[in-house]
C-alpha cells in the first residue's frame, strides 16, 4: 500500500513543481516586462493623456495641465501605468505559460477547442480598449468639460477642470477594463455552451433580460454621464448577439460530429456483423 501511495503521489508532485515552474517564468516576464514599460512610462502616460490634451488644445487652452497634490503621487502614477502596460505586454507569455501546463491533460478536441480563444481574447481586448480610447474618450471628455464656465460667467467665479495624475488614470484605466473584459463575452458564452451549459435558444428567450442587465453593468463600471454608458452597453448588445450566432455554430458542429459518431457506429456494427 506505502508503494502505491508514492506511485498516486508522485504525478501530483510533478505536476505542483511544474505548475511553481509555469508561476515563476510568468512572473518574471512580468517583472522583465515592468521594468521596461516603466522607462517609458512617461511616454505611455502621455499617450493616455492625448485625448484630452487634444481636446483642450482644440478649446485654446493652451496653458491647461495635470497636477498632483501629493509628493508620491506621480511616482505611484507611472508605477501602476507601467504595471498596467507591462501586464498587457506579457499576456501572450503568461497564456502561453498556461496552455503549456495546461494542454498535456487535455485531449487532442480539448485542445483544438481551446487554443483558439487563447489566442482571441487578448485580441478582443485590444479592440475593446482601442473603441474606448478612440471613441469614446473624445466624446466623454468633451461631455465633461462642457460644465466648464468662463471668467465672469454670470458675475461669479470661473469653474475650470484642474485634473489629477492619479485621478486620470484610474478613470481611464477603469474604463479601458470595463470595454476589454466586456469583450470577452463572445468567448465566455461560446465556452458555456461547448460544456453543455448555454444554448442558442436559450440565450435568445433571454435577450431581453441582457439587456436591462447590460445596462446595469455599464452604469456600474462607468462613469455616471449616458456617453460612456450608452458607448460600453451598445457594444455589449451586439457582442450578445454575436455570441448567439457563435453558439448556434457550435451546435451545429455538435450535432454534425454525433451524426457522423452514429454513421460510423452503424458501419462498424454492419462490419461485424457481416
Do not use: C
Not at 69 to 86: G, N
Not at 123 to 141: D, H, K, N, S, T
Not at 221 to 231: C, E, N, R
Request: net charge neutral; aromatic share 16%.
Amino acid at each position: 500500500m506505502a508503494e502505491e501511495f508514492e506511485e498516486s503521489r508522485m504525478p501530483l508532485l510533478d505536476h505542483l513543481v511544474e505548475l511553481r515552474n509555469r508561476l515563476m517564468y510568468s512572473v518574471g516576464a512580468l517583472f522583465v516586462a515592468f521594468l521596461v514599460t516603466y522607462y517609458f512610462s512617461e511616454h505611455i502616460y502621455s499617450f493616455l493623456v492625448q485625448p484630452l490634451a487634444d481636446i483642450l488644445h482644440q478649446q485654446g487652452g493652451g496653458n491647461r495641465r495635470l497636477i498632483y497634490t501629493a509628493l508620491h503621487e506621480a511616482f505611484f502614477t507611472y508605477v501602476k501605468v507601467a504595471f498596467f502596460a507591462a501586464l498587457f505586454i506579457s499576456f501572450p507569455f503568461i497564456a502561453a505559460q498556461f496552455w503549456r501546463f495546461v494542454a498535456p491533460g487535455l485531449y487532442r478536441n480539448e485542445k483544438r477547442a481551446l487554443l483558439p480563444y487563447l489566442i482571441l481574447s487578448p485580441i478582443l481586448f485590444f479592440l475593446g480598449g482601442a473603441l474606448v480610447y478612440y471613441f469614446i474618450f473624445p466624446l466623454a471628455w468633451k461631455f465633461f468639460l462642457s460644465f466648464e464656465t468662463p471668467v465672469g460667467a454670470a458675475g461669479g467665479l470661473p469653474i475650470q477642470l484642474e485634473a489629477k495624475v492619479n485621478e486620470y488614470l484610474t478613470l481611464v484605466m477603469r474604463l479601458i477594463f470595463a470595454f476589454g473584459i466586456s469583450f470577452q463575452l463572445p468567448i465566455l458564452l461560446t465556452l458555456l455552451a461547448r460544456a453543455g451549459l448555454a444554448t442558442s435558444r436559450g440565450l435568445a428567450a433571454k435577450r431581453k433580460y441582457a439587456l436591462v442587465i447590460t445596462f446595469i453593468f455599464a452604469a456600474v463600471l462607468t462613469p455616471p454621464d449616458i456617453i460612456s454608458q450608452v458607448g460600453l452597453a451598445i457594444p455589449i448588445i451586439i457582442l450578445y448577439e454575436a455570441s448567439i450566432i457563435a453558439v448556434r455554430a457550435v451546435e451545429k458542429g455538435r450535432a454534425k460530429r454525433a451524426e457522423n459518431d452514429e454513421e460510423d457506429d452503424v458501419e462498424e456494427t454492419d462490419f461485424n456483423v457481416s
